[in-house]
């Protein structure tokens, strides 16, 4: 299992739910790139646990299609 910390890389504003370009979580997790498996659920629940964001809202339904908003980086 490894670490990442996924950070916003730019503002997002949409449907009520607003994003910020350095908010970060870190999660641990059985895949390479959090953000291209399982719908990014691991991520989505980090930020609802840290900031109270659901992502699913703000991404329509799929939180896997944010992905350009997000860098994934491996802590170790």
Do not use: W
């Not at 992905?67 to 802590?75: E, L, M, N, R, S």
């Amino acid at each position: 299992m490894a670490l990442f910390k996924v950070t916003v890389k730019q503002n997002r504003n949409t449907n009520g739910v607003k994003l910020e370009k350095g908010m970060s979580v870190e999660i641990s997790s059985n895949y390479s790139n959090p953000l291209k498996t399982n719908n990014c659920h691991e991520v989505g629940e980090a930020f609802m646990r840290i900031y109270g964001i659901d992502l699913k809202k703000s991404a329509g339904g799929s939180v896997s299609s944010l992905g350009a908003y997000f860098d994934v980086q491996k802590i170790n």
